[in-house]
């Protein structure tokens, strides 16, 4: 039950607020989430005030290097980020009576580059299946999110308990056509721009540079250009405009390779990154819809190894 303190500001903010928040904290932008919610970034502005005056706290440092949320905004966008899933589920229950939905959560890059062109194939075969995707970085608790299913990358790991990975990734350099055909050796690397996928932490060791030089014994010369980014799929956006040579991720880059955007680079090289998994949520295991959406995705996946 709620205190009368807790009740007085909770009749302040209003949902569009909350929503706003909830998209500025997601994308630690305003410029983005008014995008998002087409509106002015002026309006998200507002009702980033308005929560915070209703709370009497900051949600948001801003700094000379962007966004970041305080340890209460972080709190706060928590809360926001499952109340309005479950809010959405709740309500696409209730608008969708002849229909069924699943939710899957999976990363930005697995979405965008593989999930989201796939999706029509599986509404032809299961046309009254709606299908929600939340492409996040974080590793959402499905059950507190309202979460159906999550596709999972982590590194593979000898001794990890449960059943192996559908498939594991292959890393290899890839580029448009017309520098592909600049490059016939490794040494042919030195003279087009890198394009980096912006990895501080060192989380994916096969997806750094410096490795690549090191296993193609090459020394990178401080004059080679680079292009930085921290969404891998802007990394092959930019490939296939010709910016330079990426290193592509299987299953994510087989679409522009097989659709001919791009090609492989020094075809001999190549190294192990990520392992695919599905996770399905305790209270949606037994759902028929969901096991359909899961077995299309395992058959989907297994095709891109076998494939």
Same mark, same amino acid.
């Given at each position: 039950?709620?205190?009368?303190?807790?009740?007085?500001?909770?009749?302040? #903010?209003?949902?569009?607020?909350?929503?706003?928040?909830?998209?500025?904290?997601?994308? $630690?932008?305003?410029?983005?989430?008014?995008?998002?919610?087409?509106? /002015?970034?002026?309006?998200?502005? &507002? !009702?980033? &005030?308005?929560?915070?005056?209703?709370?009497?706290?900051?949600?948001?440092?801003?700094?000379? &290097?962007?966004?970041?949320?305080?340890?209460?905004?972080?709190?706060?966008?928590?809360?926001?980020?499952?109340?309005?899933? !479950?809010?959405?589920?709740?309500?696409?229950?209730?608008?969708?009576?002849?229909?069924?939905?699943?939710?899957?959560?999976? /990363?930005?890059?697995?979405? *965008?580059?593989?999930?989201?062109? %796939?999706?029509? %194939?599986?509404?032809?075969?299961?046309?009254?299946?709606?299908?929600?995707?939340?492409?996040?970085?974080?590793?959402?608790?499905?059950?507190?999110?309202?979460?159906? $299913?999550?596709?999972?990358?982590?590194?593979? =790991?000898?001794? /990890?308990?449960?059943?192996?990975?559908l498939l =594991?990734?292959?890393? #290899?350099?890839?580029?448009?056509?017309?520098?592909?055909?600049?490059?016939?050796?490794?040494?042919?690397?030195?003279?087009?721009?890198?394009?980096?996928? @912006?990895?501080?932490?060192?989380?994916?060791?096969?997806?750094?540079?410096?490795a690549w @030089?090191?296993?193609?014994?090459?020394?990178?010369?401080?004059? =080679?250009?680079?292009?930085?980014?921290? !969404? @891998?799929?802007?990394?092959?956006?930019?490939?296939?405009?010709?910016?330079?040579? *990426?290193?592509?991720?299987?299953?994510?880059?087989?679409?522009?390779?097989?659709?001919?955007?791009?090609?492989?680079?020094?075809?001999?090289?190549?190294?192990e990154g #990520?392992?695919?998994?599905?996770? /399905?949520?305790?209270?949606?295991?037994?759902?028929?819809?969901? =096991? &359909?959406?899961?077995?299309?995705?395992?058959?989907?996946?297994?095709?891109?190894?076998?494939?």
């Amino acid at each position: 039950m709620l205190n009368s303190s807790s009740s007085h500001s909770l009749r302040a #903010m209003s949902l569009d607020a909350i929503r706003g928040f909830e998209s500025a904290a997601r994308h $630690l932008s305003f410029t983005a989430a008014a995008e998002e919610l087409c509106i /002015t970034q002026s309006a998200v502005s &507002k !009702q980033v &005030k308005s929560l915070e005056d209703a709370l009497g706290m900051a949600l948001f440092l801003r700094g000379g &290097k962007g966004l970041s949320l305080t340890p209460e905004g972080r709190q706060l966008y928590e809360a926001a980020r499952a109340s309005l899933a !479950q809010l959405a589920t709740a309500i696409d229950r209730l608008l969708a009576v002849d229909r069924v939905s699943v939710s899957v959560t999976t /990363t930005p890059s697995f979405a *965008a580059l593989w999930l989201a062109p %796939k999706l029509a %194939k599986f509404q032809a075969l299961e046309p009254a299946i709606d299908v929600r995707v939340d492409a996040s970085e974080a590793r959402l608790n499905l059950e507190r999110e309202g979460m159906d $299913l999550a596709v999972r990358l982590s590194p593979l =790991q000898a001794g /990890t308990e449960g059943p192996p990975p559908l498939l =594991q990734e292959q890393v #290899m350099l890839v580029a448009a056509p017309a520098i592909a055909a600049r490059i016939a050796s490794a040494a042919d690397i030195l003279h087009v721009p890198l394009l980096v996928y @912006y990895d501080p932490a060192m989380r994916f060791p096969w997806m750094s540079w410096t490795a690549w @030089y090191e296993r193609l014994s090459l020394r990178q010369s401080p004059q =080679q250009p680079c292009l930085y980014f921290s !969404q @891998y799929e802007h990394v092959l956006n930019a490939a296939v405009q010709g910016a330079g040579v *990426a290193m592509g991720r299987t299953p994510l880059v087989l679409p522009l390779l097989r659709s001919g955007q791009l090609q492989v680079v020094l075809p001999g090289q190549t190294v192990e990154g #990520m392992a695919y998994r599905i996770v /399905t949520s305790a209270h949606s295991a037994e759902r028929p819809a969901v =096991q &359909k959406f899961r077995e299309w995705l395992e058959r989907e996946l297994t095709l891109e190894v076998i494939g």
